[in-house]
């Protein structure tokens, strides 16, 4: 079963609306949808770092999506993101936030199988944000 998400929604704070970036970029990655992780970053020109035994950087939406989607994406996965601490000033157009996240993977199909092997991975998000010429908040 195949299901939209939109990429905006109606009536959120603007502390909702900038967390809602993450949360758009968490569950594209659960649910292999492409447009709507688009809808999460600001443009081609953005950087992602991912801090495990080594500092690796990601550099260009492009590069980015290729490796979450293809790599995550196959997966059975949900992503729950917690602990979300936004620092935003009133009518800035620039934004910070940070969350931990806790993801549990599996392999395709073997998500909700009680006997399939899981691995769960926590982490913790860092982002730097912007609002887009249509208001909409995105991940730099």
Same mark, same amino acid.
């Given at each position: ?9 109606? !009536? ?9 970036? =993450? ?34 950087? =990601? &550099? ?21 993101? !917690? =602990? ?19 993801? &549990? ?5 073997? *998500? ?13 998000? !860092?982002?730097? =944000?912007?609002?887009?010429?249509? *208001? ?5």
């Amino acid at each position: 079963m195949s299901q939209s998400f939109p990429q905006t929604l109606p !009536s959120l704070s603007q502390r909702e609306a900038i967390a809602d970036a =993450l949360y758009r970029a968490a569950t594209a990655s659960d649910h292999r949808d492409s447009a709507l992780f688009n809808s999460a970053w600001a443009g081609e020109d953005v950087s992602m770092e991912i801090h495990d035994d080594n500092k690796k950087v =990601l &550099q260009g939406l492009s590069l980015i999506r290729t490796n979450v989607l293809n790599r995550v994406g196959p997966m059975d996965t949900t992503h729950n993101i !917690s =602990l979300v601490r936004v620092n935003y000033q009133d009518g800035a157009d620039t934004a910070s936030l940070i969350a931990t996240s806790t993801a &549990q993977h599996a392999s395709s199909g073997t *998500g909700r199988d009680p006997n399939g092997t899981k691995y769960t991975v926590g982490g913790e998000y !860092s982002v730097d =944000l912007i609002k887009d010429e249509e *208001g909409v908040w995105k991940i730099k």
